[in-house]
């Protein structure tokens, strides 16, 4: 699957995430941080995310036993195109950005599978998700705002 987009779009369908996902993204910012991609379930227990924080790339995923947070070496906030390309198997996730080597880890915990629903948010979230607690521990970020970038 593969997104390019200038703004914020929320998604009613994208294919399963329950066993394994595998997304590419192309972007380009100048902002230090944000939300590229994020979904939950109904009790934010489970979710999936993709953002910025302090110009690096964050992938984040929780099965409900345990977050996995994998982080790029380098920050990709230079206002130039890239392509990240991000998923999971079961509980190995995985993030590469230009084609380089991926980071790879395992989520903690006995879980295996993701269950989130629709809607999905690509380039940024609602304001109630960003009010939310266990939403901006999810996403590390939302200080003051976790928006589009641009």
Not at 32 to 44: C, E, F, H
Not at 47 to 71: E, I, N, P, R
Not at 99 to 116: A, K
Request: with cysteine; glycine share 10%.
């Amino acid at each position: 699957m593969m997104f390019r987009s200038n703004g914020k779009q929320v998604l009613e369908r994208l294919s399963d995430f329950t066993f394994r996902t595998n997304i590419m993204l192309e972007f380009k910012t100048t902002s230090s941080g944000g939300v590229m991609l994020y979904a939950t379930d109904r009790r934010k227990t489970d979710t999936v995310s993709l953002f910025m924080k302090d110009g690096y790339l964050v992938f984040a995923f929780d099965c409900g036993s345990g977050m996995l947070y994998l982080q790029t070496d380098k920050k990709y906030n230079d206002g130039k195109w890239h392509s990240v390309e991000f998923g999971r198997n079961q509980k190995t996730g995985k993030i590469s950005v230009d084609g380089g080597t991926p980071q790879e880890g395992l989520s903690p915990g006995p879980t295996r599978s993701l269950n989130v629903r629709t809607p999905y948010f690509v380039g940024g979230i609602t304001p109630e998700l960003q009010s939310h607690e266990k939403v901006k521990k999810h996403l590390q970020v939302c200080e003051p705002q976790c928006n589009v970038l641009t």
